[in-house]
């Protein structure tokens, strides 16, 4: 008599809303590897200037900020030079919206690969986070090279000890990113018209961050309200790093971390449910 077989990997549907195997999406990494390396490539694929566009886009958008908010509308920056202050927060804020313009399309994106073989569905947002990583590291270090030079125009050090808390404000911003991303990818599988929102919504969030702007300007009986935008408070402590202008206290930071960290939980455990049948509706 045949002995009975027995089977390595074993594929079966979700069947609550907790069931996420983080265990699995780790044994998968070399799949995220993979797709890390097509996102960043078909990203620049066919285009003249290539990954160089990493550095123009932030560049420009800077020049114009400078322009219209520093020489035209004379907005306060801190004592920090206008264009240092407005490429900080171009830098930081590229990173967050692209995680999340990534993450928010990859049903719809990537329907015909997830329709014909088995791999865990996380395992598309998060290569998405981590190529966006790739972009932001060019563009740091082009922002270095800025804050060299006017530390040496200016003869002050634009760095602190508080660039050492880059990587947590770096996992922050994607943890952020992926959460609400997986929660607009989740309904645009049943709600197209959503994703022509995309674009529009990223540009009121960013106008609602102070990426041109200082926290100061808000009036304070305002502040606390604008303070439960997370990115708000990553901005902040962001230019921190490098200018030490920071007026947020512990309960700011550790409010931030809770709003991301429930946004992420929130996003994983409804990408997680709607991933069942996403195949039936996109």
Known sequence: MRDKETF????????????VNIREIIRYRDLILMFV??????NY????????????????????????????A??????????????CGNVAWGYFSGCLTQTATTFTANAGVMGKVYFPRLVMPISSVFSQLIQFGIQFLFLLFFLAYYSFLNNTPYITWGILYLPLLLLNMALLGLGCGVIISSLTTKYRDLTMLIGFGIHLWMYATPV?????????????????????????????????????????????????????????LLFNRVEKTFMDTV
């Open 45 to 72: 694929k066919q285009t003249i200037l290539g990954p160089a566009w990493a550095i123009v886009q932030p560049l420009l958008t800077t020049v114009v900020f400078t322009i219209v908010f520093g020489r035209i």
């Open 8 to 19: 390595d990997t074993v594929i079966t549907s979700h069947r609550g809303w907790f069931d």
């Open 212 to 268: 041109v702007y200082t926290i100061d300007m808000i009036p304070e009986k305002w502040r606390a309200l604008y303070l439960c935008n997370p990115m708000a408070i990553t901005i902040e402590l962001f230019r921190n790093m490098f200018f030490g202008t920071n007026t947020l206290t512990a309960a700011n930071i550790a409010f931030c971390w809770g709003i991301t960290l429930l946004i992420t939980l929130g996003g994983i």
């Open 37 to 42: 390396k097509r996102n960043f490539i078909a």
């Open 74 to 87: 004379h907005l306060p920056t801190d004592g920090v030079p206008p264009f240092l202050f407005y490429m």
